[in-house]
């Protein structure tokens, strides 16, 4: 069975800073995709970064971007220049491309908070 | 425009009521979703349309039934509900199914409580 694993329940980062989310993950496929989904105060779920397996390259996306292991099942965000805007839950999630046809396998969360 | 828009926000029910959630798209999407999320926990599949069908149905209660009438509306009916389903439902929507790497772009959900 396929799991997330997000080790770090909360964090704190001060504005300006750069602050690394971990997740790690578990599979016998050999091509998925990797998401970063935030959760605001405001509820609505929003896709900060998708990388996927078969691509080396790592994903970027303005501020974010991840650092993804392949070997190592890691797939980490980096957030630069934290903004207040920024404090959330933020969710890592797995999909298998030949799994389970619509289940997003979800991390349990980092709650991050940017202080001034 | 990547908006998926659920209504009501809020909800409140008693244990007898019968109530629906209502999501929309209009970006052409073929999958869509529905999730409840528990307070400080990551949201759980609940069911999964795609084109219209019924593909995914998590062993949820009976008394949680979805319908889709068209390629852009998605239904929660609601019926003899017990308080353990207070929580947040979101709903999503995804070009096609997600395990093809589509993107699920989600509502803000609507908080319901149950008395």
């Known amino acids: 069975a396929q799991t997330v694993t997000q080790s770090q329940p909360e964090m704190s980062v001060q504005e300006a800073e750069t602050v690394t989310l971990s997740c790690t993950y578990d599979?016998?496929?050999?091509?998925?995709?990797l998401f970063w989904y935030k959760q605001p105060p405001s509820r609505q779920m929003i896709l900060v970064i998708r990388?996927?397996?078969?691509?080396?390259q790592n994903a970027t996306e303005n501020r974010f971007s991840v650092n993804f292991q392949k070997a190592a099942k890691s797939f980490s965000l980096k957030i630069s220049d934290s903004q207040l805007g920024d404090t959330a839950m933020y969710f890592c999630?797995?999909?298998?491309?030949?799994?389970?046809?619509?289940?997003?396998?979800f991390g349990k969360g980092t709650k991050l908070s940017v202080k001034p | 425009d990547t908006e998926v828009t659920q209504t009501p926000k809020h909800l409140v029910m008693g244990m007898t009521n019968k109530k629906s959630l209502k999501c929309e798209q209009h970006?052409?999407?073929?999958?869509m979703y529905w999730y409840k999320q528990k307070a400080k926990k990551p949201p759980e599949l609940m069911f999964v349309?795609?084109?219209?069908?019924?593909?995914i149905n998590e062993s949820v209660p009976s008394r949680f039934s979805p319908e889709c009438p068209n390629s852009s509306l998605l239904n929660l009916h609601l019926h003899a509900l017990q308080p353990e389903d207070s929580a947040l439902y979101l709903c999503?929507?995804?070009?096609?199914?997600?395990?093809?790497?589509?993107?699920?772009?989600f509502g803000a959900g609507t908080r319901l409580s149950v008395l």
């Open positions: 349309y795609s084109y219209e069908k019924l593909s």
């Open positions: 970006m052409g999407h073929r999958a």
């Open positions: 999630a797995f999909v298998g491309y030949g799994g389970s046809q619509g289940n997003l396998i």
């Open positions: 990388q996927e397996a078969y691509k080396q």
């Open positions: 599979t016998s496929e050999s091509n998925y995709y």
């Open positions: 999503a929507s995804s070009l096609l199914l997600a395990n093809l790497g589509n993107i699920q772009y």
